[in-house]
């Protein structure tokens, strides 16, 4: 049985362990994953340890989602998609856990792998995702799935703070089980269940530290042409990577499709008339300008224009030869070696 088997492999101790020391134990995860991304580049047999790098950024990424599962949060990457029902949960679980794990896939590809093999395992990554996001969509009425904001994810991380304030204001109708570690009535009360259920589901709380109040509002129905925008912007990594499957090498047809299928997927949206539509649309308009970047424009046209002015930074004195310019060049590097390995989504 399940626990059982979390008990042999020692989680269920693990688990407990991780909510006594999260405080810092997570941050502590964090900072190595930083100074790893920020000095390992640096190190002289990076590139002949490539794998095992990416993999450790992998392995603390995937631990990362594990610790907010356990500790019940929202972390930054959590998507707004509509009601959350179990199903739903587990496709947002799975998304996570492909989105973080997708670069040392895609790395091991690359290395081991010839052009047509390395090509098919990204496509199946991208199939993934877009049945995922799609499901996700759906889930959302066609609504775009957007992140949380820093506060709406202040607000439902307060869990911690809402139970106490549940047991402090409420403590006749509430009281602690210490033998299972659990919050439960003292006997069977409908107002001391719904207490909970508020305190648990992080309901937040307002500054005269009583539970905050959901204002009712009504989300309007996306416009047709919105959810079309959407379903393009979703398909575009599969079309990409679909199409340098089936292409040769330096092939320009699946950045040509794939700038299409980005511009008719902004243009739909900035016709639609849904206001948060076109707030989406504006972050997006930026990652246009990743398209210089990307493979075969960037070696055809952009990256010696790049190598140009980064040589140029080298000739400022002190900043520029000792410090600007390594960074660059690594920099330049590694947009090479990573960013052109996916398939850009």
Same mark, same amino acid.
């Given at each position: 049985?399940?626990?059982?088997?979390?008990?042999?492999?020692?989680?269920?101790?693990?688990?407990?362990?991780?909510?006594?020391?999260?405080?810092?134990?997570?941050?502590?995860?964090?900072?190595?994953?930083?100074?790893?991304?920020?000095?390992?580049?640096?190190?002289?047999?990076?590139?002949?340890?490539?794998?095992?790098?990416?993999?450790?950024?992998?392995?603390?990424?995937?631990?990362?989602?594990?610790?907010?599962?356990?500790?019940?949060?929202?972390? &930054? !990457?959590? @998507?707004?998609?509509?009601? +959350?029902?179990?199903?739903?949960? =587990?496709?947002?679980?799975?998304? /996570?856990?492909? $989105?973080?794990?997708?670069?040392?896939?895609?790395?091991?590809?690359?290395?081991?792998?010839?052009?047509?093999?390395?090509?098919?395992?990204?496509?199946?990554?991208?199939?993934?995702?877009?049945?995922?996001?799609?499901?996700?969509?759906?889930?959302?009425?066609?609504?775009?799935?957007?992140?949380?904001?820093?506060?709406?994810?202040?607000?439902?991380?307060?869990?911690?703070?809402?139970?106490?304030?549940?047991?402090?204001?409420?403590?006749?109708?509430?009281?602690?089980?210490?033998?299972?570690?659990?919050?439960?009535?003292?006997?069977?009360?409908?107002?001391?269940?719904?207490?909970?259920?508020?305190?648990?589901?992080?309901?937040?709380?307002?500054?005269?530290?009583?539970?905050?109040?959901?204002?009712?509002?009504?989300?309007?129905? &996306? !416009?047709? @042409?919105?959810?079309?925008? +959407?379903?393009?912007?979703?398909? =575009?990594?599969?079309?990409?990577? /679909?199409?340098? $499957?089936?292409?040769?090498?330096?092939?320009?047809?699946?950045?040509?499709?794939?700038?299409?299928?980005?511009?008719?997927?902004?243009?739909?949206?900035?016709?639609?008339?849904?206001?948060?539509?076109?707030?989406?649309?504006?972050?997006?308009?930026?990652?246009?300008?990743?398209?210089?970047?990307?493979?075969?424009?960037?070696?055809?046209?952009?990256?010696?224009?790049?190598?140009?002015?980064?040589?140029?930074?080298?000739?400022?004195?002190?900043?520029?030869?000792?410090?600007?310019?390594?960074?660059?060049?690594?920099?330049?590097?590694?947009?090479?070696?990573?960013?052109?390995?996916?398939?850009?989504?």
């Amino acid at each position: 049985p399940p626990s059982t088997m979390t008990d042999a492999w020692g989680l269920r101790s693990y688990e407990a362990w991780v909510k006594r020391n999260a405080g810092w134990y997570l941050p502590a995860i964090e900072n190595c994953k930083s100074l790893s991304i920020c000095f390992a580049p640096y190190s002289a047999n990076y590139y002949e340890n490539e794998e095992t790098y990416v993999g450790l950024e992998c392995i603390t990424d995937l631990l990362t989602v594990y610790h907010h599962s356990i500790l019940g949060r929202k972390n &930054p !990457s959590d @998507l707004k998609c509509g009601p +959350e029902t179990p199903g739903v949960i =587990r496709a947002k679980k799975l998304l /996570s856990i492909v $989105l973080k794990s997708q670069l040392f896939l895609e790395i091991l590809s690359v290395r081991r792998l010839k052009h047509h093999s390395k090509w098919t395992v990204i496509v199946a990554i991208e199939a993934i995702k877009v049945i995922l996001r799609l499901a996700l969509l759906a889930n959302n009425s066609g609504r775009p799935l957007g992140n949380y904001s820093p506060k709406e994810l202040a607000e439902m991380n307060e869990y911690e703070e809402c139970m106490e304030i549940a047991h402090r204001t409420y403590s006749k109708e509430i009281s602690k089980n210490t033998s299972s570690g659990e919050t439960c009535p003292e006997k069977p009360s409908m107002f001391g269940d719904l207490v909970l259920m508020y305190a648990r589901h992080r309901r937040g709380v307002d500054p005269h530290g009583s539970f905050r109040k959901i204002q009712p509002y009504t989300v309007p129905s &996306p !416009s047709p @042409l919105m959810i079309l925008s +959407e379903v393009l912007h979703t398909l =575009r990594p599969l079309v990409y990577s /679909s199409l340098r $499957l089936m292409g040769k090498k330096g092939d320009l047809r699946p950045w040509l499709v794939s700038l299409v299928t980005d511009l008719l997927s902004r243009y739909l949206a900035t016709i639609a008339k849904d206001q948060p539509a076109k707030i989406h649309n504006s972050s997006r308009n930026l990652l246009l300008l990743f398209y210089l970047l990307r493979a075969p424009v960037y070696k055809r046209y952009t990256k010696g224009k790049l190598q140009t002015l980064v040589n140029l930074v080298k000739y400022i004195p002190l900043v520029g030869s000792a410090l600007l310019g390594p960074i660059l060049d690594i920099s330049l590097e590694l947009c090479e070696r990573r960013y052109f390995t996916t398939s850009l989504s």
